[in-house]
């Protein structure tokens, strides 16, 4: 069966190229840039890639929040990118979403059994994709 959240209009080559650009910056740690960046594209996307692109932005802005000690905001964050990634299969757009969302759901167990968070950005998730 086809999930519904896949049919419709995808993003064009120039929308894709500025996705990859907001993965690169969340891998970088760069969370703000990335949520300006994936921002931009999700304010004149329509169809599947909208709530994909609202998923990432809200994991972008969960971390942000845990990255200034806004534990709550971190969480209500993370769980609202978990939420909305959770209506896509495995894969979208070539982004590995199995392995995202099982890190995105480490992390937030984490928050929410009030263990201390540390580490450096490579310790984050990462937005990868096979494209």
């Not at 650009?21 to 960046?37: I, R, S, Y």
């Not at 304010?43 to 994991?59: E, V």
């Not at 990255?67 to 978990?82: A, P, Y």
Request: hydrophobic share 35%.
């Amino acid at each position: 069966m086809v999930n519904s959240r896949t049919e419709g209009p995808m993003p064009d080559p120039n929308e894709m190229r500025e996705i990859l650009k907001g993965a690169d910056e969340f891998n970088a740690g760069k969370l703000f840039e990335c949520h300006d960046t994936l921002e931009e594209v999700w304010r004149g996307t329509r169809g599947p890639a909208r709530d994909f692109l609202q998923g990432l932005i809200h994991i972008a802005v969960g971390f942000y929040h845990l990255s200034n000690g806004n534990l709550t905001g971190g969480e209500s964050q993370l769980d609202k990118g978990l939420k909305r990634l959770s209506e896509y299969g495995d894969s979208f757009l070539g982004m590995d979403l199995r392995t995202l969302r099982r890190e995105i759901q480490s992390w937030l167990d984490k928050v929410r059994r009030g263990e201390k968070l540390q580490g450096t950005v490579a310790d984050l998730p990462k937005y990868r994709f096979d494209i």
